[in-house]
């Protein structure tokens, strides 16, 4: 049975819906979808639009999301009060980037090792696999020979592939 992934039109940033493809008709699709976990699978006609988007019965508007295929080989592991979820990424960038959007400060660092590689928040613990905090930044103290340090700075990492390894 072939599958598409499927974003509404107004919030392309979330995670794709994957939805099975029933039927197609010269209008849309007749898709299969599960709409939240422990339910049972839904299905609803998709109406395609002279743009390419589909639109469901209620109105919403979805847009066909190609799949990332990139090799992904660094991993960032959450678990906290949400659950556990494991991100991958493909490039150094990447993953900067979710790193960023969640530091706290170096004082939520876990540096137990000369390479660190988890930090946490006031909700979760952060695990980094393929890379190390290291790689995305560094630390800089006020006093080199000083263990205390004050202040975290970001590496200046390129947002393409050539930051893969």
């Known amino acids: 049975m072939k599958t598409m ?3 509404f039109e107004h919030r392309p940033s979330e995670k794709p819906l994957r939805v099975k493809v029933v039927g197609e008709i010269s209008t849309g699709f007749l898709v299969e ?24 019965v209620h109105g919403c508007t979805f847009v066909i999301v190609k799949a990332d295929r990139r090799p992904k080989p660094y991993t960032l592991t959450y678990t ?19 790193v960023r959007d969640r530091w706290q400060g170096v004082e939520y660092m876990h540096s137990g090792d000369p390479a660190p ?25 006020s006093d ?8 975290w ?12 390894r």
Do not use: I
Request: charged share 25%.
């Open 5 to 7: 992934l499927l974003n």
């Open 117 to 141: 590689r988890a930090f946490h928040t006031d909700y979760g613990r952060y695990h980094l696999a393929g890379c190390t905090l290291a790689d995305l930044g560094r630390r800089r103290s």
């Open 153 to 164: 700075t970001w590496h200046e990492l390129e947002p393409s592939a050539a930051n893969a």
């Open 80 to 98: 906290g009060v949400d659950g556990r979820d494991v991100h991958k990424f493909a490039t150094l960038a990447e993953v900067q980037k979710y």
């Open 33 to 56: 979808f599960q709409p939240m976990r422990g339910c049972a699978p839904e299905q609803e006609l998709l109406t395609k639009r002279a743009d390419g988007a589909l639109v469901n």
């Open 144 to 151: 080199p020979h000083s263990d205390e340090f004050w202040d």
